[in-house]
C-alpha cells in the first residue's frame, strides 16, 4: 500500500507536521491523520457544516500498517503539535477501551452531565483512541449495537441506552448531538480478519478513513524539536470564540458536485463488498476541507482546501480497496448478494432465477433490489411450454464496468475510481 507520499500537507497543521517530520520514525501521514481527527474532536461543539448546527465535520481515521512501523510514533507527535492549541481538551475528553455499544453511551453521557454540572454547558465532545483496535474490534464483535453508535456519532446524532434498570437509581441514558470522533491503530491482517463486511454494509466502516503507512529510513537521533504553531492556537481562538457554519466558495462547490456525481458511478463500479466501504467519499472530503478552513481560522471553504482534502481522501480510499480487495474472508459471512455475484461471475452466461436462488440463498426481492441499483440485468427466455423464466447476468454491456465475483481479480483503483481520476483532472 503505497501513495502516501501524494497527500498534501496542508495549512499549520500540514505545515507543522512537515517541521517535525525528519525527526521522527513514522510516515508523515499518519501524525497528520491524527492530528486532523484531534482537531475535529476540539471544534466539534463550535463548527458545523449546515445551517441547522447539528452534523459537524468529524473526522475518524486508523492508521493501518504492520507492527513496528510508527503508528504509535506518529500519535506521539500528534499530541506534541496539539500540545499548545487543544492539548487541554485533549487530556480532559481523551478515552480508550470502549468495547461495547452500552459502554460508549454510558462514557458520553457522564461526560455530558459532569460538564453541564460544572459549566453549565453540556459537552458531547469525546476522542476515543484506540492503539489496539484489533482488541476492540474481536471484544465488540459479540455486540452489533457498538457499529451502530459509531454510525450514530458520524452522523452527530442522538446515542441511547435501552438497558432496562437495575435499580431505581437507573435513569434512561440519552445524549443528543453527540461529538465523538476515533483514531484508532491495526495492523492490515487484524483489519482484514476483524473488520466486518456484513458491518461495512450498514454503513459503519466507511465512516472511519483508513491510512496506509509508508516505511521510512531509521533514524540515528530520534527527538521532537519544537514547533510554532501561533497560527493553530489563533485559529482555535477563533474557532472557539463563537458558533460557525461553513460554507463552500462557488468553485469548491463545483468540485464538490463533481466528487459527488464520481461517488456514484464508483459505487456502481466497485463490487458490493468494496463499494461499502467508500460510500461517503465525497462527504468525508468536504469534511476533511472544513477542517483545513478552519485550521487557518475561516469558515468560507475554498478550492485550495478542497484540493488538499482530496489527496488524503484518495489515500484512504487507495488503502481501504488494497485491503478489501480478496472480498470477505472466513471469518465474515457472505451476504446473499455476495453469493449471486459469485454464482453469476463462475456462470458468465446467465442463470435461471429459480436456479440462482437456490443456489445464493437469496430471495425475489434480493435480486429485484440488486438489478435496480445496476449489479445485474435479466431477460426473459422461453425454452418450452409455459411462462418465460427470467435468465440473471453480471452487467457487462450496459454502460457500466463489469462487477466481478467476490475473491476475483479487479482493476486497478485508479482505473475504476472516477474520484480519483476527478481530482486529476480538476
Given at each position: 500500500m503505497n501513495g502516501s507520499r501524494d497527500v498534501e500537507l496542508y495549512g499549520p497543521i500540514g505545515d507543522a507536521v512537515k517541521r517535525i517530520a525528519p525527526y521522527v520514525e513514522t510516515d508523515p501521514v499518519g501524525i497528520y491523520a491524527a492530528c486532523l481527527s484531534m482537531w475535529s474532536m476540539a471544534i466539534g461543539n463550535r463548527v458545523f457544516m449546515d445551517a441547522g448546527r447539528r452534523r459537524s465535520p468529524l473526522v475518524s481515521t486508523a492508521l493501518v500498517a504492520d507492527t513496528g512501523t510508527g503508528k504509535g510514533v506518529s500519535l506521539e507527535a500528534s499530541r506534541h503539535i496539539m500540545a499548545e492549541s487543544i492539548g487541554r481538551d485533549i487530556e480532559l475528553r481523551e478515552t480508550s477501551g470502549l468495547t461495547s455499544g452500552a459502554a460508549l453511551v454510558d462514557h458520553v453521557y457522564r461526560q455530558m452531565v459532569k460538564t453541564e454540572e460544572a459549566y453549565g454547558i453540556a459537552d458531547t465532545r469525546v476522542l476515543v483512541i484506540e492503539e489496539e483496535w484489533r482488541e476492540i474490534l474481536e471484544r465488540t464483535s459479540r455486540d452489533s449495537s457498538f457499529t451502530s453508535k459509531i454510525r450514530h456519532c458520524w452522523d452527530c446524532a442522538t446515542l441511547r441506552n435501552t438497558t432496562k434498570k437495575k435499580s431505581e437509581n437507573d435513569v434512561p441514558q440519552e445524549v443528543r448531538n453527540a461529538r465523538v470522533v476515533f483514531h484508532t491503530h491495526i495492523t492490515p491482517s487484524d483489519w482484514r480478519k476483524f473488520v466486518s463486511f456484513t458491518d461495512a454494509a450498514g454503513g459503519s466502516f466507511n465512516r472511519i478513513l483508513p491510512i496506509a503507512l509508508d516505511d521510512v529510513p531509521l533514524l540515528r537521533k530520534r527527538k521532537l524539536p519544537p514547533v510554532?504553531?501561533?497560527?493553530?492556537?489563533?485559529?482555535?481562538?477563533?474557532?472557539?470564540?463563537e458558533r460557525h457554519v461553513m460554507q463552500l466558495t462557488t468553485s469548491a462547490d463545483n468540485l464538490n458536485w463533481v466528487?459527488?456525481?464520481?461517488?456514484?458511478?464508483?459505487?456502481?463500479?466497485?463490487?458490493?463488498?468494496?463499494g461499502d466501504f467508500v460510500a461517503?467519499?465525497?462527504?468525508q472530503t468536504t469534511r476533511v476541507a472544513a477542517l483545513l478552513a478552519t485550521s487557518e481560522g475561516t469558515d468560507r471553504i475554498t478550492r485550495a482546501h478542497m484540493n488538499a482534502a482530496v489527496t488524503f481522501v484518495r489515500h484512504s480510499v487507495r488503502t481501504v480497496l488494497d485491503l478489501t480487495k480478496d472480498g470477505p474472508g472466513k471469518k465474515a459471512k457472505a451476504t446473499p448478494e455476495d453469493r449471486v455475484l459469485a454464482e453469476l461471475g463462475r456462470h458468465p452466461g446467465g442463470m435461471r432465477s429459480a436456479v440462482l436462488q437456490r443456489a445464493s440463498g437469496a430471495l425475489a426481492h434480493d435480486l429485484q433490489s440488486m438489478e435496480e441499483r445496476g449489479l445485474i440485468m435479466h431477460r426473459e427466455i422461453k425454452d418450452g411450454?409455459?411462462?418465460?423464466?427470467?435468465?440473471?447476468?453480471?452487467i457487462g454491456k450496459s454502460g457500466l464496468l463489469p462487477r466481478p465475483a467476490p475473491g476475483k481479480a479487479m482493476p486497478s483503483a485508479g482505473s475504476v475510481n472516477p474520484f480519483l481520476m476527478a481530482l486529476q483532472s480538476a
Open positions: 510554532d504553531t501561533t497560527r493553530l492556537i489563533d485559529a482555535w481562538d477563533w474557532a472557539s470564540s466528487l459527488r456525481r464520481g461517488e456514484r458511478v464508483l459505487l456502481k463500479a466497485l463490487p458490493a463488498h468494496q461517503r467519499t465525497a462527504e411450454p409455459g411462462r418465460p423464466v427470467k435468465l440473471y447476468q453480471l
